[in-house]
């Protein structure tokens, strides 16, 4: 490897945006490993692999959700303002690089994600099970965005209101399928709807996933493609493109 291209372990946590301690504990646990200067014992990264990492959006978020794992702070808003300024940052960036006609559906997009963001902070709000907040990344040049949420997850935020509802998979079709209730804060669900509608009239795609069902929305298809997932999560995870 080029000794180039290497990083001290400072830089990196500063990439990163976690500090020197985690990334130790990483390296001791084999989850991000570094390389050792034998005679120093210090520890140093490639920042081409950290570079990749940070890229890896939709691992990163998966690993959270998942198990709850420090994530670079980059793409972590712990409330709701922090997490409309960066959308809002986000739609500067979009509508600055991208194609004419990509322009035309960045208003839709950013609306898809604020509407997905939104509903993880107003109807976990004082009921988080742990961690608050979201996970928010993007990649413009991918053209993808990550949400993810450690929440209740949507079978439990509807079965306040649908107390017969049974798994994930009647929940998340009904979500995005029904009106559930004009009632704030039963509300969860109806903005989904209109994230369904903006899909599938548009060059969007949207993976959504909650417990363990999962949904595939695509343009011109108002087919939900619900399916058991492998794995469950008990919040909520989405990744948009475009």
């Known amino acids: 490897m080029d000794d180039k291209d290497l990083i001290s372990i400072g830089e990196t946590a500063e990439m990163l945006g976690v500090s020197i301690a ?4 990483w390296d001791e646990s084999g989850r991000f490993s570094s390389l050792r200067d034998t005679p120093t014992g210090n520890r140093y990264y490639s920042k081409k692999v950290v570079e990749t990492y940070l890229n890896d959006l ?3 978020a998966t690993d959270w ?5 420090e994530i670079p702070s980059i793409y972590y808003c712990d409330n ?7 959308l809002q940052k986000m739609q500067n960036e979009l509508i600055r690089i991208s194609s004419e006609e990509a322009k035309k559906i960045a208003p839709l997009v950013v609306a898809v994600a604020g509407e997905i963001g ?9 009921q988080w099970p742990d961690i608050a907040g979201i996970f928010f990344g993007y ?3 991918k053209r993808q ?3 993810a949420d450690r929440g209740q997850g949507i079978l439990q935020t509807l079965k ?9 998979k009647t929940a998340l079709e009904v979500a995005f399928t029904e009106i559930i209730s004009g009632r704030d804060p039963e509300e969860r669900g109806n903005g989904l709807k209109f994230v369904k509608s903006v899909v599938i009239k548009n060059l969007i795609g949207l993976s959504f996933q909650t417990g363990n069902a999962q949904l595939e929305l695509k343009r011109d298809s108002s087919d939900l493609n619900l399916k058991l997932a492998q794995n469950y999560y008990r919040g909520c995870i989405a990744s948009i493109t475009f």
């Open 22 to 25: 985690t990334l130790r504990r």
């Open 58 to 60: 939709l691992k990163l």
């Open 65 to 69: 959700i998942s198990s709850g794992i």
């Open 80 to 86: 709701s303002s922090l997490f409309q300024a960066r």
């Open 118 to 126: 939104n509903n993880s902070f107003d109807h976990n709000l004082g």
């Open 139 to 141: 990649d413009l040049n």
């Open 145 to 147: 965005i990550v949400l």
């Open 160 to 168: 306040r209101i649908r107390p017969n509802l049974i798994d994930d």
